[in-house]
């Protein structure tokens, strides 16, 4: 790396160092999103302590799968709509390299 330049996952200092503010429904909603999460793990874990048929399981592990990866969109459209766009604003436009490497890390 150049003198000066800093690395993607450095760039994005204002989800680091402050909090997201998120209004009351956003958070609900969050929220709502990883509990339905944790029960379907939950879920498959009972699955596999009552030996049930390895099919029901992986199809129990794609639901949890995609439901994680909604979740993940939507932490995303936060970023870009809070954080890049801000610093973008700012003439930042450095933080769109560390956005494009967490577009890559939701494969």
């Not at 997201?20 to 339905?36: E, G, Y």
């Not at 639901?63 to 939507?74: C, D, I, K, P, R």
């Not at 459209?77 to 604003?89: D, I, L, R, S, Y």
Request: charged share 25%; hydrophobic share 35%.
């Amino acid at each position: 790396m150049r003198k000066g330049q800093t690395e993607a996952r450095d760039i994005c200092a204002c989800c680091r160092q402050k909090n997201t503010p998120r209004d009351a429904v956003q958070q609900k909603n969050l929220q709502n999103r990883i509990n339905r999460i944790i029960g379907q793990l939950k879920g498959i874990q009972g699955m596999i302590e009552n030996n049930r048929y390895c099919g029901d399981v992986l199809v129990q592990i794609g639901a949890v799968e995609s439901a994680l990866q909604s979740l993940g969109y939507v932490m995303l459209e936060e970023h870009m709509m809070t954080c890049v766009a801000e610093g973008v604003q700012q003439g930042n436009t450095e933080i769109l390299a560390e956005a494009v490497e967490l577009m890559k890390k939701l494969k």
